[in-house]
Every structure is written in structure tokens, then in C-alpha cells.
T-cell receptor, first 112, second 113 residues
């Protein structure tokens, strides 16, 4: 399957540090998206990066995409306690119905 | 601006009872609509998606069904709930196709006892 797999499954860091989460996938993609989910809530879209892009920024977020390695990373700089959440990558296949397929997520905890 | 609503927020139902979860979108027309289920601590599993009224695709064989009686209304149903139907149900919409950015509702926590 094309499912994205996040790594690590859980990450705990101190406030102010940078947090890096990785996502690997298996097949060619149209785009890759990162979402955030606070406990018990719906998902919030963070960034969409297309297959012909290598890096994208949004505020304290930086996403990279390496299609040759079929991997992406999400970097959160200068983390805050409010960044505590689960982060999911989702991939849209270049073939077929192009549905978003979500990974299992990385649980990020920012310690004050 | 666009908003998406889901209700109820939480639901506790006995095994074998029927289910109806509702999702509505405001502020846009002809949205693509999605139902996902999320098991505890896990990713999302796509259950149904719809590109228009009476155009619904089922992704996973199960005892759930979906309907879209109006352009911006998406309903998830079951005639008889199973224990395995417990989970967090999320509705989402997108402007474009399924590969476009999706906007999620607040979710419904379903517990089947």
C-alpha cells in the first residue's frame, strides 16, 4: 500500500527546542500533506507540498520532500507547549482515485 | 468562510442499535465529502467519499452506509451496530478532488457497548 509511515511514533522535547518528524511512503505521489490533531479533535491542515517541490515554509513550520527517497520531514522550530498534538502525513497517489492516505501519526509532547 | 459541523459530539449506543451521524458544510457549494474512522491512537481510515449528490464511493466493506441527501449534507448510518464500530468518526470536505486539502469537522466519539 501507499500508506505514509511517520517516525518516530512519539517524541517528547523541551519547550524552545526544534521538533522533527519524518514520513515515508511507497508509491509515486501527487502531493504530500501534513495535518495536526489535538487530542479528541478534528484534524487541521498545516502544509501541502507538491511532488515537484522540495521545501516549503509556513511560520515556524518547514516541510521538505525527497521524492527519490519517498520521504518527507516536518520541522517545528522554537517549539511551544501549544504545539503538543499528533501530527499526520497524508499522501495523494499519482494514480487511481488519488485519495489521501494517512499515516499512523507522531505524538509530539512539548514539556514546559 | 466555510465551516463544517458534526453531531452528535459523543454517542454511546448498545450493540445492534441503529446509527445516524450527520455532517453539514456551510459556506461552499459542491464540496467533496468524506467520512473517516480513527481507532484510538491510530491514523485515519477512509470509509466513504462523495463527489456529488447520489455519488458515493465505499472504501471498506462493513455494516456502515453513507448518504448525501443534500449538496452539503453527508450522513453515516448503520442498521445494527457492532462492537467493532466504536471509534472516532470524522467528516471532512475539500474543494477539489480527494487529493486536495481536506478540512475536518470536530468529530463524533462513538462507543458501542
Amino acid at each position: 500500500s501507499q500508506q505514509g509511515e511517520e517516525d518516530p511514533q512519539a517524541l517528547s522535547i523541551q519547550e524552545g527546542e526544534n521538533a522533527t518528524m519524518n514520513c515515508s511512503y511507497k508509491t509515486s505521489i501527487n502531493n504530500l500533506q501534513w495535518y495536526r490533531q489535538n487530542s479528541g479533535r478534528g484534524l487541521v491542515h498545516l502544509i501541502l507540498i507538491r511532488s515537484n517541490e522540495r521545501e516549503k515554509h509556513s511560520g515556524r513550520l518547514r516541510v521538505t520532500l525527497d521524492t527519490s527517497k519517498k520521504s518527507s520531514s516536518l520541522l517545528i522550530t522554537a517549539s511551544r507547549a501549544a504545539d503538543t498534538a499528533s501530527y499526520f502525513c497524508a499522501t495523494a497517489s499519482i494514480q487511481g482515485a488519488q485519495k489521501l492516505v494517512f499515516g499512523q501519526g507522531t505524538r509530539l509532547t512539548i514539556n514546559p | 468562510s466555510q465551516t463544517i459541523h458534526q453531531w452528535p459530539a459523543t454517542l454511546v449506543q448498545p450493540v445492534g442499535s441503529p446509527l445516524s451521524l450527520e455532517c453539514t458544510v456551510e459556506g461552499t457549494s459542491n464540496p467533496n465529502l468524506y467520512w473517516y474512522r480513527q481507532a484510538a491512537g491510530r491514523g485515519l481510515q477512509l470509509l466513504f467519499y462523495s463527489i456529488g449528490i447520489d455519488q458515493i464511493s465505499s472504501e471498506v466493506p462493513q455494516n456502515l452506509s453513507a448518504s448525501r441527501p443534500q449538496d452539503r449534507q453527508f450522513i453515516l448510518s448503520s442498521k445494527k451496530l457492532l462492537l467493532s464500530d466504536s471509534g472516532f468518526y470524522l467528516c471532512a470536505w475539500s474543494r477539489g478532488g480527494p487529493s486536495d486539502t481536506q478540512y475536518f469537522g470536530p468529530g463524533t466519539r462513538l462507543t458501542v457497548l
